[in-house]
C-alpha cells in the first residue's frame, strides 16, 4: 500500500511539471493571434513647422485636425480600437508661462536653425493660440477607454540632423515625461520624430522607463534621412508603395520584436496616405493595398502597424474618415473569422516583453 501510494505521488508529481514545463513553454511561444497596431503623431503645429510655409495651409491643416481628433477618437471606440496617440511634450502645457519653465535648459544645437522651435512666437493659452496648444485635446484622449499616451520628444526633436547629440535628447526625454507627469500621463512608448530612430540613444530611453518604439518599414525608401539627404526618388517610390506592392506586406512576427538593446521595436507597416481629390479614383486600389496586409497577419499571426498624423485629416477629413471606417470594417470581420486583436503599442510591448524577455 506505502509502495502504490508512493507512486501515486510521483505520477501526480511528474504530471504538474509537465503541465508547468507546458505552461513555460506556451508562455515563451508567439501569441496564436494576429495583432492590428494603430499609432498617430499627434504634433499640431510642431510636426509641420519647419516644412509647411504657407500659413493658410497651416491653419487648414492644424484646425482641421483639432476638429478631426474627437471624430477620430469616436471611430476608434465604436470599433474596439486601441491607439497610442505619440505628442510632442509641448501640448501638454496649459499656458505660454507653463511651457517656457518646462523647457530643457539643454537644447538641441542644430546645424540647421530653423529646426529648433524654441525661438517660435507663441500665443497666452490654448484658447488664444489653438495651433500650439493641446492640453484640452491630451485630456478628451485621457477620458476614452484603450487610448495611450506616448512621447513624439518634448520639442518634435530630431535625433539624425546635425547638432543632435545624446546629451541634449536626454534633456529633451526629461522634459517630456515631467511635463506628462503633471497630466497624470506615464510615457512607456516613443516614436521619433520623421521616424529618425539612433541606435545610441535607445539607452537613454530604458533609463527613462520607454521601453518601446515605431521602427520604420525595411525597405530602402521607407528608413528616415536627414533633411538635407531626402531624395525624390525616396518620395516618389514611397508614393508608389501606397498603391502598389513594391515592399510587401511588412507585417511583423512577434518573436522578432525585441531589439538588440532590450527595446520593443513595434515597427511600422503601412503609413496611412491622406485623402486626394486629384487622386480619388485609385482609393480602391490604396485601400486594397491595407486591407490585403491586414487579412495577412490575421492569417499568419503577426502584426500590422498603421499609422498617421491627425492633421492628415485636417482636409478632407470626411473622406479620410470614410476610408478609415473601411479599414475598421475589415479588422473587426477578421476579428470574428480569424481572432485577429486590436493593440497600442505598450499593449504589445508588454505582451512580447514577458514572452521572450526573460
Known sequence: RVVAAARERTIETGAKRQARDRECAESRSAPTFGGFVVSLDFELIWGIRDRVTDPDVVEDLVRGARQAIPLLLDLFEEFGIRATWATVGMLFAATREELMHS?????????????????????????????????????EIQRRSGQEIGTHTYSHYYCQEKGANAASFEADIQAALSMAARRGVELSSIVFPRNQYRASFTDILRKHGINCYRGSERAWFHHAVRSD??????????????????????????????????????????????????????????????????????????????????????????????????VFQEVERLRDREGLRSFSMNDVAGLVQERFQR
Do not use: M
Not at 530643457?104 to 496648444?133: C, M, N, Q, T
Open 229 to 326: 539627404r531626402t531624395r525624390i526618388f525616396h518620395r516618389s517610390a514611397r508614393a508608389l508603395d501606397y498603391y502598389l506592392n513594391v515592399s510587401g506586406s511588412n507585417t511583423v512576427a512577434w518573436d522578432s520584436l525585441i531589439d538588440e538593446q532590450g527595446l520593443c521595436n513595434v515597427s511600422s507597416s503601412r503609413f496611412l496616405r491622406p485623402y486626394s481629390p486629384s487622386r480619388k479614383h485609385f482609393e480602391p486600389v490604396r485601400l486594397r493595398r491595407i486591407t490585403k496586409a491586414i487579412n495577412e497577419a490575421a492569417r499568419a499571426r503577426r502584426i500590422f502597424h498603421l499609422w498617421w498624423h491627425p492633421h492628415n485629416f485636417g482636409r478632407n477629413t470626411e473622406e479620410n474618415l470614410g476610408f478609415l471606417r473601411k
Open 103 to 139: 523647457h530643457p535648459g539643454l537644447k538641441p544645437e542644430y546645424v540647421e536653425s530653423r529646426l529648433s522651435p524654441y525661438s517660435d512666437l507663441i500665443g497666452a493659452d490654448e484658447a488664444e493660440d489653438p495651433l500650439h496648444f493641446g492640453a484640452s485635446i491630451i485630456a
